[in-house]
């Protein structure tokens, strides 16, 4: 595990807020309170939305969402100059993660093709939950290095696909995802013993946390054009919506930035409810 910072000391002093874990969405339809890692929004038996959440401790939520301007260091698949953004703050030891990266193979599937939506991927391991994420974050970053961005994809795609999750992926098995992306493992293995992207990786987290994050997956949808009204208020009874069927104090599920920019989606969403999120910003 990381050294504590001075981040996390000022978290280590909060609770953790209990989540609801639905396990409708997966495991036959019971629904049952838990502290339980992992974030996700799915339905229960109705088809309504519900919040699982893997949480750090709550941090300050700047209003306006403020995330690193996205530049050409970057993870993106997509189009560059896509209507939305989606980047994506992500653990790898995070099971919801797992689910949320499939969820976003298949927006990007679904509206990457048109050049609408892209997606950045950014790392926010949580060293109170998951050891090995960080090291996995920066065995990612020397995919990157060595392979380039379409390497970083297969790398990661790779990654999520076989995990276990809960820092339950042997160590050894990181060199043997780069050789199976086809990458060079002599340079790969150099890049990885170097620590040379252990900086980086604590720069993801930290504006992750800065961004509004308490747990992960958590991704802020970066438009180009401000949202309309419509969208706004369609949003906004989303969240209204879910926010019925969490416990008091719960944060809000979806965010909009102050200047209409941007909108927090705090939590691993369901394809459908992703998908509607999306079209809305688009009509």
């Not at 050894?172 to 990885?192: H, K, M, S």
């Not at 720069?203 to 054009?225: I, M």
Request: proline letters at 7%; one cysteine or more; hydrophobic letters at 35%.
């Amino acid at each position: 595990m990381e050294p504590e910072t001075s981040s996390a000391k000022r978290q280590s002093t909060i609770t953790v807020p209990i989540a609801i874990i639905v396990a409708g969405a997966l495991i036959g339809g019971a629904i049952f309170l838990s502290r339980t890692p992992g974030t996700a929004i799915v339905k229960n038996e109705q088809g309504e939305p519900q919040v699982l959440s893997d949480s750090a401790p709550k941090v300050a939520e700047p209003s306006a969402l403020a995330i690193r301007p996205i530049d050409g260091n970057d993870h993106i698949r997509g189009n560059p100059d896509a209507q939305i953004i989606v980047v994506e703050y992500s653990d790898t030891e995070c099971p919801f993660c797992r689910i949320f990266h499939e969820t976003m193979r298949s927006v990007i599937d679904t509206y990457g093709k048109s050049g609408k939506v892209a997606w950045i991927y950014r790392h926010l391991p949580i060293p109170q939950l998951h050891s090995k994420a960080a090291k996995e974050a920066e065995a990612l970053e020397c995919a990157a290095e060595v392979g380039g961005n379409l390497k970083f994809w297969e790398y990661a795609d790779r990654l999520f696909s076989i995990t276990p999750s809960n820092d339950r992926l042997d160590p050894a098995e990181l060199p043997r995802i780069a050789d199976f992306v086809g990458l060079n493992g002599a340079l790969w293995q150099t890049c990885y013993q170097s620590v040379k992207y252990a900086t980086r990786v604590e720069q993801d987290r930290k504006n992750g946390e800065e961004a509004g994050s308490n747990g992960t997956p958590y991704s802020v949808l970066v438009l180009k054009n401000k949202i309309s009204e419509s969208a706004t208020q369609k949003i906004l009874t989303m969240n209204a919506d879910m926010l019925k069927r969490l416990p008091p104090g719960s944060d809000d599920p979806l965010k909009i930035s102050t200047d209409g920019m941007r909108v927090s989606v705090g939590g691993a969403f369901p394809l459908p409810t992703l998908k509607e999120i999306i079209d809305n910003i688009l009509k």
